[in-house]
């Protein structure tokens, strides 16, 4: 029923920046949260930032001040997360994940997508 696609990891050098997109598609009727989580090998996923329906922002703080999620001024349905200032041990998997309400169920659930690689090298 809805849809999540991450893009923009890749491979960066220490110190270096990525942007990281996550669109959500299907019938959305109300987005409450979005949020991005990472998991690094043989660690367990972990919250690195999440926004509201308000456009507020809370951050892990091992990124604060390095990271910055925002919403597509156009499409409230795209988030995107500025990586600046990245280290190795930003190295991992990141997923996007929202919590939202379908035109069909009325309940909230959370939907992830299949997750985008994030390297940095020292």
């Known amino acids: 029923q809805v849809q999540l696609v991450e893009s923009g990891g890749g491979l960066v050098q220490a110190g270096g920046s990525l942007r990281l997109s996550c669109a959500a598609s299907g019938r959305i009727a109300v987005i409450n949260f979005m949020g991005w989580y990472r998991q690094a090998p043989g660690k367990q996923r972990e919250l690195v930032a999440l926004i509201t329906s308000g456009d507020s922002t809370n951050y892990a703080e091992s990124v604060k001040g390095r990271f910055t999620m925002s919403r597509d001024n156009a499409e409230n349905t795209v988030v995107y997360l500025q990586m600046n200032s990245l280290k190795p041990e930003d190295t991992a998997v990141y997923y996007c994940?929202?919590?939202?309400?379908?035109?069909?169920?009325?309940?909230?659930?959370?939907?992830w997508g299949q997750g985008t690689q994030v390297t940095v090298s020292s």
């Open positions: 994940n929202a919590n939202v309400q379908t035109f069909s169920s009325r309940a909230p659930m959370t939907y």
